[in-house]
């Protein structure tokens, strides 16, 4: 059973704080990895993705992957309470039709 | 990011009738979607995988004979749900697989809130 770990949380901060969500992954062989945002009672909303190992910037949000640890991260720079939501990590396998295999998510709260 | 769009929002009806959802690329073609629902406040549930031109690839425990799948052409997927019943509410959302420039990202739609009475 492929499994995707994260810490469901509440992670909370203040504004202008750095957000750091953790996600492990059990399936050695797992090629991409992506970060969704996901407010209340919305669809999620893809913010990153990251194939290789290293980090990923784009804006206030870096992905760092490590497949050797099968650990991928999301770090938010600068948080704003428009931040606060569920961030859910998903992770794709090679030669799985493309299924993603999301985590339960972590709840995000970023305090003014 | 690529947009995709799910028709109606919500809906509400009645329990024994059948509801029809469409999901549909927007500026992208996408041989593969995929279709979930959510529970409130639970983890998203992949329903089944959506290939165009051919059928559809269903999740252990989803009837197949419920949630008919047809994935007609490239940019637009629907989800019917027969005889729909009140343990059928739930908030179905479509997700597009997006292949240019060789990646793997999938969008997801806005969501379709169905309530059976």
């Known amino acids: 059973q492929k499994e995707v770990e994260q810490n469901s949380g509440p992670l909370s901060v203040p504004e202008g704080a750095i957000a750091s969500l953790n996600c492990t992954y059990s399936?050695?062989?797992?090629?991409?990895f992506f970060w969704y945002r996901q407010y209340s009672g919305k669809s999620p909303e893809l913010i990153m993705s990251?194939?290789?190992?290293g980090d990923k910037e784009d804006g206030r949000f870096t992905a760092q992957l490590n497949k050797a640890s099968q650990y991928v991260s999301l770090l938010i720079r600068d948080s704003q309470p428009s931040d606060s939501a569920t961030y859910l990590c998903?992770?794709?396998?090679?030669?799985?039709?493309?299924?993603?295999?999301f985590g339960k998510g972590t709840l995000l709260t970023v305090n003014p | 990011g690529a947009v995709v769009s799910q028709h109606p929002s919500r809906v509400i009806c009645k329990s024994g009738t059948s509801v029809k959802i469409e999901c549909r690329s927007l500026?992208?073609?996408?041989?593969?979607m995929f279709w979930y629902r959510q529970f409130p406040k639970k983890s998203l549930m992949l329903m089944a995988t959506?290939?165009?031109?051919?059928?559809?690839?269903?999740e252990q425990g989803v009837e197949k004979d419920k949630f008919l799948i047809n994935h007609a052409s490239l940019t637009l997927s629907t989800l019917t749900v027969t005889s729909a019943h009140p343990e059928d509410s739930s908030f179905y959302i479509c997700?597009?697989?997006?292949?240019?420039?060789?990646?793997?990202?999938?969008?997801f739609g806005p969501g379709t809130r169905l309530t059976v009475l």
């Open positions: 997700s597009a697989r997006d292949s240019r420039e060789g990646g793997n990202e999938q969008f």
């Open positions: 399936d050695r062989v797992s090629q991409s």
């Open positions: 990251i194939y290789s190992n």
């Open positions: 998903a992770v794709n396998e090679r030669g799985s039709n493309y299924k993603l295999t």
């Open positions: 500026d992208f073609q996408a041989t593969t």
């Open positions: 959506s290939n165009e031109g051919s059928k559809a690839t269903y």
